[in-house]
């Protein structure tokens, strides 16, 4: 076939021009044994990832190819395919490992790889508009409102992690302090200069967030914490205290439910006493640590959370729901909307059809556009129930506690820093910053384990944070023997 007004040949697929192609398969059944041979492969990868590398570095060959140019001809799906299985699924991060222990990382389900799947099938946009998304969105705002004791008419909105829900939190927070008119005047209008206050130990994206609204991270006050690692309520109040002397506008306490380093957690009836009698907003950074709110027992950690004005959480940690899946809750859900509803011409709602409905989750942060990220959150609690996630949260600090005592026992070890949830922070006794790094690197690269590493008290401390549902108390085991065996190792090279 050639063009007629050129007459070059005009590309073909079946005979057809690809000009007037769908981007559907030409061969359906072909495409259908391909996609069903690619996820029996992901099911048996997750079946069997303990037999793999917790990690493995890319090799320099496999990551020169992304540096190609763009591909402007199609490729052979089964091509492609095969590209995946080769050159991306053995050296990506490792957070599906039992034995993967660095940062904070949740390990996702295989029915939360389903969900993903089904969502993206749909490929239903749910940033507005009259369809079931929405609703499912709603039941997911009721659920976690019921959770933590919010009312039930809270307001909610999924985003892509607990660093952007802490931002939409402060930028309410911020709005509602110095009214609406600051969304059209800016800050230079605001009479005073805003303050805010949370601890030593906050999550780095909290003084972040203040940047990116404006406020600047130099009005967030780093307040000291205990031996606990909790912020030190009488240094807060005498911090608001002074700031109110000196002329600012104190107008937001950010406690912590779970600190990054080291999983402690603030008092959270103390700050919201404090919030109360200030006159200031509550908002919670409970990244991982809130969600303990699902369990009998390890509730009483986050008592008070049900006061604050706002939380933000991610359901990629400690619910396994896959990347990414973060959740910003609002008790006074006109607050949210006032902070973001756009009523441009194009998003004006309907009586009825398509463009109908009240609220749409663009009226409730940033983005217009978004995907279904409810839907895997919903698979996940309606597969698995609140208890069971409940239970694997239990296991996860037992699986800690479990290891603090292993390492306790051996003097080559020191836990430096209370278990209070789920992370273990040690060194190796007696020897350098540089030592411990080295181990963990070490570790890493041997692909038996994962740890990260954090500085406390301004050294280097190894750091295990047992996140992953299949960790247990045998892999802690495991990790304390490849421990060791790294340990000797690094003395070797040291002595020898
Ligand atoms: C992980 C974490 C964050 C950041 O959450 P993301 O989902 O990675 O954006 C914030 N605060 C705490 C306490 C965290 O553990």
Redesign the pocket.
Known sequence: MRDVSTGDPVPTAHGVPLADRSLDPDDWQRFRELSHRALDDMIDHLQTIEGRPVWQPAPQAVRARFDRPLPRKSRDLAHVLSDFRSHIKPYVTGNTHPLFMG??HGAGTPVGMLAEMLAAGLNANCGGRNHIGIDVERQMTRWFAEAFGFPRDASGVFV?????A?FLGLLIARNEALGQSVRADGLRAASAQLTAYTSSQ??G?IAQALELSGIGSRNLRLVPVDAAGAMRHDRLAAAIAEDRRQGYLPFLIVG?A???NTGAMDDLHVLADIAEEQNLWFHV?????ALVALSKRLRPLVAGIERAQSI?F?L??WAHVPY?A?FLLVRDAEAHRRTFSNRAAYLQRAPRGLGAGEVWPCDLGPDLSRGFRALKAWFTLETFGADRIAASIERSCRVARHLERRLRKLPMFEVVAPVALNIVCFRVRGASDKMQEALVMDLQERGVAAPSLTVLDGRTTIRAAIVNHRTTTRHADLFVEHLLASVLAQLQAETG
Do not use: E, I, R, Y
């Not at 950074?285 to 640590?289: L, M, P, R, S, V």
């Open positions: 940062w904070v892509t992690g607990t660093s952007m802490n906050a999550h994206c912590t779970g600190t990054v950074d409970g990244a991982f640590g933000a991610d990629h940690k990414d973060g």
